[in-house]
C-alpha cells in the first residue's frame, strides 16, 4: 500500500504544511481552570516533533459565561490562559510543527458535574444582545489566535455544540432574524460568525469551520438531505469567509447521499470548490462512539482512504485516536512500519502524553 499521497505538501493562502495529516482537535480537559499547562504544551509538542502536519487543537473557548461544560477545558481569553497558549505555539513551532486553536462554545449542552444546571439556570433563548457579543467573542479569539502566532484557527461548528444548535431546526426555534424555516435562513448565525472573524484577522489568514451531518443528541439526523441543501449551507458560509471545510463524519467511507460514493468532505469540496478535510475512523476498524463507553479497537489499514485522496475528494485527513494513542503514528506511517501501529486503547484517553 502507498502512503505517498500523504505526504505530498499542502499550500493555501498563508497556510503550508508539509504533508496531509491534521491531528482532529481533541478535548482533554486537563488546562486547571481554563490555563493550558506544560504538559499540554509537550503533548501537542510531541507530535509536532513526529511530523503530525498539522495540529488542531483541543476545543478552547470563547468569553462567555457559559461557553464550557468542564472547568479544565481551555480558555481562549484572558492572560494567564492566552499565555499558556503562547506557550503551546512556541512549544509546537519549535518542533516544526503548525497549529491552530479549535473556537467553541458547547451551548446548552453547558449541563455537567462540574456545572449543574439548577432549573432557574436551565439553557434560555439567547437575546439578540447575548447573540451579538458571543458574535464578538468568537472574532476577539480569532484574533488572539492570530496575535500569538498560530498558524490558522477553526471554528467548532459541529457535533451539537452552540453554532450547530443553530444550524439544526430541533434546537433553533426562533422567529427572528437568526432562525427559520431553511438550513440558509439558520445559517445566518455562523456566517456572522464568519464575518467578524474574517474581519478580525483579515484576508491571508485561514479559516477551517468543522461541521458535521451528526449531532450528540441524534447520531443518524442530517442538516442537508440532498446535495441542493448542502449548497444552502455551505455556500454562505463560503462567501463569508471560510476557507477550509473540515467534514466530521464518524466513518470517513460513508457515502453522504444516494448514488455517488462520495463523502461529506467530497460533497464539500465539490459544491465550494474549496480545500477539504476528512476524519472518522481513519487508521482504526470501530468508530469514536465506542472511545466514550471505554471501548478500544483494532488498527486497520489505509488503503481505502488514499483511494479517495488520490481521487481529489477531499486535501487532508484529520487523525483522532490513533494520533492520540501514538505520538509517533505519522511517524510510522510515513516510514512504512505498520507492525509498529498501535491497537487504540480507551484508557490512552485519560493519559496526557
Ligand atoms: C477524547 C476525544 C475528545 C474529542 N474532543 C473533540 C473536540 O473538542 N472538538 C471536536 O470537534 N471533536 C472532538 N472529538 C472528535 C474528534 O475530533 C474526531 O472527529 C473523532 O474522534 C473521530 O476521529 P477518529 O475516528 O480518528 O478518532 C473528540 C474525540 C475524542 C476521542
Request: aromatic share 10%.
Amino acid at each position: 500500500m502507498s502512503t505517498e499521497s500523504l505526504f505530498k505538501p499542502f499550500q493555501y493562502k498563508n497556510l503550508q504544511l508539509k504533508n496531509r495529516i491534521v491531528m482532529a482537535p481533541m478535548t482533554r480537559a486537563q488546562s486547571d481552570n481554563g490555563v493550558p499547562t506544560q504538559q499540554i504544551a509537550d503533548y501537542y509538542a510531541r507530535r509536532a516533533a513526529s511530523e503530525v502536519g498539522l495540529i488542531l487543537s483541543e476545543g478552547t473557548v470563547i468569553n462567555r459565561p457559559a461557553s464550557k461544560n468542564m472547568q479544565n477545558i481551555p480558555d481562549f481569553y484572558g492572560t494567564e490562559a492566552l499565555n499558556g497558549w503562547k506557550n503551546v505555539i512556541d512549544a509546537v513551532h519549535k518542533n516544526g510543527g503548525k497549529m491552530g486553536p479549535q473556537i467553541w462554545h458547547v451551548g446548552d449542552t453547558r449541563n455537567s458535574p462540574d456545572y449543574p444546571l439548577v432549573d432557574m439556570e436551565k439553557a434560555s433563548t439567547m437575546t439578540l444582545e447575548d447573540i451579538q457579543d458571543t458574535i464578538a467573542q468568537f472574532a476577539a479569539s480569532a484574533k488572539s489566535a492570530k496575535d500569538l502566532g498560530f498558524d490558522v484557527l477553526e471554528i467548532h461548528g459541529a457535533h451539537g455544540y452552540l453554532i450547530d444548535q443553530f444550524f439544526w431546526d430541533v434546537t433553533n426555534t426562533r422567529t427572528d432574524e437568526y432562525g427559520g424555516k431553511t438550513l440558509k435562513e439558520r445559517t445566518r448565525f455562523a456566517v456572522d460568525i464568519v464575518k467578524a472573524i474574517r474581519a478580525a484577522v483579515g484576508e491571508d489568514f485561514t479559516i477551517v469551520i468543522r461541521l458535521s451531518q451528526w449531532k450528540q443528541q441524534d447520531y443518524s439526523t442530517k442538516l442537508a438531505n440532498t446535495p441542493e441543501e448542502m449548497e444552502n449551507w455551505l455556500l454562505p458560509l463560503k462567501e463569508a469567509g471560510v476557507d477550509i471545510f473540515h467534514c466530521s463524519q464518524r466513518r470517513f467511507w460513508e457515502p453522504e447521499f444516494e448514488g455517488s460514493d462520495l463523502n461529506f468532505a467530497g460533497w464539500a469540496k465539490k459544491i465550494t470548490g474549496q480545500p477539504t478535510i476528512t476524519v472518522g475512523s481513519v487508521g482504526l476498524q470501530e468508530d469514536v462512539m465506542g472511545a466514550f463507553a471505554g471501548k478500544g479497537t483494532e488498527k486497520a489499514d489505509l488503503t481505502e482512504l488514499t483511494r479517495r485522496l488520490e481521487r481529489g475528494d477531499f486535501d487532508l485527513v484529520a487523525v483522532g485516536r490513533a494520533i492520540l494513542q501514538d505520538p509517533e503514528w505519522v511517524k510510522k506511517v510515513k516510514e512504512g512500519k505498520t507492525e509498529d501501529l498501535l491497537d487504540f486503547s480507551a484508557e490512552s484517553m485519560a493519559i496526557l502524553y
